[in-house]
């Protein structure tokens, strides 16, 4: 089962590494993990996908909820959450192929935030079966380089 | 946002004189009500032990290891339920307390240990002495600090002994660097202590609902059992606990942790249960409709194979964690409550609703066949048994001292022969299984509660694993007693090695291999435990007669002062029962 946890922290020392030890102590392996502050500076919300089974994952959240600087922990099912990830990603483009790329990346509602002679980076925001459908145009081209941000969620 | 006090006798933020960082430190530990510190001093450290040399109201003992020291502020927690508080500098007097940090955190109990740490501007450059002392302990803790800015010192500790005594106590780490210690300011200290954490600010409490519920599953159980563990302890419940117990007529087993929770001379005792507990206790909990688990988190050495355990019982677990409910064993009513307001709200719900305890004699004259059939016994020998130098310690001290151990077969004998009326007289380390804990533990006992027997029931295995710190009990005038139950094997691995391994032996033997020591042949002893106790300045006898084992064991219990008793056993006794690992009741091993 793949789970979407979302740990409201306080933006103290050391919290990310208490939350991910969390995770790691117990042998399951991040698939994504974003971290950032809050409208609230003094608060960060954490955002982990991972895979587990739903008894494990319930002990981890239980866990994460003792721990001293974590504010509140909602594990997402389904449909509770709308979720995105912001991804950049650099591409082979030279003079016969820049067009094509702009194409897809016009469907996909992609911008493209930088050009080189040889090479374009497009940004592009969506669901996950968003960006792997992108990146899978974009394969036949050369992904020369990828950085992603990760799933992000709010509850709707 | 909720608030809760501590027990200080500051009622409002206070700003203090100016003053070094480190003696801010000692202000707070006074606040906190803190009179004794085990501490060993280091480059990185010496800021506080120079703060804590102008203060008369704590007293300072110096341990001959770190992990010795932390050990014994185990002990001092152990035996009053108020914060043990240990020190030690940077790097490898550090890395030393980790241990006991670790046993703290297994245990739940309330553990405040302090480290120096290098000057802020040389951390992360491998400076001398230094180790990540935070990032090491991590997983091992309730909550760790590390203290970049002096102002932050009077809540960091305020903080610090609030989560490590409340809620589920535990380990709580202070990392200080030097310079830190060295600032001079004006501290604030605050009366309160907040946190933006719901789960840490609150304590739980059952509903009216929840309870009733249970003594309606007690009103119709046949076979009910009570299994009861340390959450009991640091609840201060057993009061509770007796009269819940008494009122329901539910006979009660506990686990190791929770020994002394319930009198295991009651009429209603099974004393413990588990892999080496009563054979009794374990049909009773295997057989029985109703488990009540109070305390207590399903721990593997009482389970064997979880999912076969209590098979037919329905499973309430209350307990002060929900992370507890449902980690090693899935129940049917999980209540996240204090125990001790759970057990006396029932108390009271029973007593107003006339409550009457269920008939259940047919399922009590079961347990008292089973009890007249299979009590802890053992076979008398020529030679002084382990076993019977544990009962006879036992009858010596009526039964009224505090007892600390080491880990191993000795260990499982002092708490199946000893029987503890009252709790926080078993101290053990009993999750971690550090070997090593009885005797410095017993010293941190000892500073506790000065006017009690305090012994260290050990093995020779485990008594040398902090052996140095008969020069504190020496030094510091702690009239802690030590009685090693000499093998000279470690026991326990070879009572596996016998069942399990077809007696080869890896390891195991303390002396010389070719040459064995041993009751049968006393010139090959080793090493001389009472020289060595000599060494050290401290009074000590070899007792290897059965005719004599008595009167040596009174010599010890009044001699004023620290002792060692080497008593000369065999080491072919098993401790039985055994329930082997990962198996169920159905294979307990009675002989």
């Known amino acids: 089962m793949r789970h979407t946890i979302s740990v409201l922290v306080e933006n103290k020392f050391g919290v990310l590494a208490r939350v991910s030890g969390m995770f790691s102590g117990r042998g399951f392996n991040i698939d994504t993990l974003n971290v950032a502050p809050t409208h609230d500076a003094t608060l960060s919300r954490i955002t982990v996908v991972l895979k587990g089974d739903d008894a494990a994952l319930d002990m981890v959240t239980k866990q994460l909820r003792k721990l001293v600087n974590v504010v509140e922990v909602v594990d997402f099912k389904e449909g509770q959450a709308v979720q995105r990830e912001l991804l950049l990603v650099k591409v082979k483009a030279d003079g016969k192929t820049r067009s094509e790329i702009l194409q897809i990346a016009d469907i996909f509602r992609a911008k493209i935030v930088n050009v080189a002679h040889d090479s374009l980076i497009a940004e592009v925001t969506g669901d996950e079966g968003k960006l792997a459908a992108f990146l899978k145009l974009l394969e036949p081209f050369g992904i020369l380089e990828l950085a992603r941000t990760g799933q992000l969620a709010l509850k709707r | ?591």
Request: proline share 6%; with cysteine; aromatic share 8%.
């Open chain 2, 1 to 591: 946002m909720k608030s809760s006090t501590s027990p200080s006798s500051f009622p409002k933020p206070e700003i203090g004189k100016e003053m070094k960082g480190a003696e801010c430190v000692v202000e707070c530990l006074v606040r906190e009500g803190v009179d004794v510190i085990f501490a060993y001093p280091g480059g990185a450290s010496q800021e506080l032990h120079q703060a804590l040399a102008r203060t008369d109201k704590i007293r300072v003992i110096l341990p001959r290891h770190e992990q010795g020291g932390s050990f014994a502020a185990e002990g001092y927690a152990r035996a009053t339920g108020k914060v043990g508080v240990c020190m030690a500098t940077s790097g490898p007097g550090a890395t030393n307390l980790v241990s006991a940090i670790a046993d703290a955190y297994m245990d739940s109990i309330p553990l405040v240990a302090i480290t120096g740490q290098v000057y802020s501007k040389y951390i992360g450059k491998s400076a001398f002495q230094e180790t990540d002392f935070f990032g090491m302990t991590l997983p091992v803790v309730k909550h760790s600090y590390l203290v970049m800015n002096v102002h932050d010192l009077p809540r960091i500790f305020k903080e610090a002994f609030h989560l490590a005594r409340s809620g589920r106590p535990g380990p709580v780490v202070i990392d200080i660097p030097k310079d830190v210690q060295q600032s001079r300011f004006s501290p604030v200290f605050p009366a309160t202590v907040e946190f933006r954490n719901p789960v840490v600010s609150e304590t739980p409490s059952a509903t009216d609902e929840q309870l009733k519920q249970v003594l309606a599953l007690i009103a119709e159980a046949k076979r009910p059992v009570l299994y009861v563990g340390g959450g009991i302890i640091s609840a201060e419940a057993h009061d509770d606990l007796k009269a819940f117990a008494e009122r329901t007529n539910i006979p009660v087993a506990t686990t190791l942790m929770g020994v002394g929770a319930f009198p295991e001379t009651h009429p209603l005792s099974m004393k413990w249960f588990g892999m080496h507990g009563t054979a009794y206790g374990n049909w009773a909990v295997d057989q029985s409709d109703l488990v009540l688990c109070f305390g207590a988190r399903f721990d593997d050495r009482i389970t064997g194979d979880v999912s076969r355990f209590a098979a037919g019982a329905k499973i309430v677990h209350i307990d002060i964690d929900t992370s507890e409910h449902n980690k090693n064993k899935r129940v049917a009513y999980p209540i996240n409550a204090d125990i001790k307001q759970a057990l006396s709200r029932m108390n009271e719900l029973m007593a107003a609703s006339k409550f009457a305890a269920p008939d259940t004699q047919a399922w009590h004259d079961q347990i008292a066949k089973w009890k007249k059939e299979h009590p802890f016994s053992f076979d008398e020998s020529k030679h002084i048994v382990p076993q019977e130098a544990v009962q006879a310690l036992y009858e010596l001290t009526k039964g009224d001292a505090i007892i600390a151990t080491g880990v191993g077969q000795h260990q499982m004998w002092t708490a199946q022969f000893y029987d503890f009326a009252k709790p926080r007289r078993y101290i053990s380390s009993l999750g971690l299984g550090a070997m090593g804990f009885g005797y410095p533990a017993a010293l941190g006992a000892k500073v506790a509660c000065p006017d009690k027997q305090v012994i260290d029931i050990d093995g020779d295995g485990s008594f040398m694993m902090n052996i140095q710190e008969l020069a504190t009990a020496k030094i510091e005038g702690i009239a802690a007693k030590a009685m090693i139950l000499n093998n000279q094997h470690l026991g326990m691995v070879v009572q596996w090695e016998d069942r399990f391994y077809g007696s080869v032996r890896g390891n195991t033997i303390l002396g010389d291999e070719n040459n064995v020591g041993g009751p049968d042949n006393p010139s090959a002893l080793y090493p001389d435990f009472v020289k060595i106790a000599e060494g050290f300045g401290i009074k000590g006898r070899r007792v290897i007669k059965r005719s004599e084992l008595r009167e040596a064991i009174q010599e010890m219990l009044d001699h004023p002062g620290p002792f060692v008793l080497d008593v000369v056993v065999p080491y072919t006794e098993h401790v039985m029962p055994m329930i082997p690992a990962g198996r169920t009741v159905k294979d307990m091993i009675l002989k």
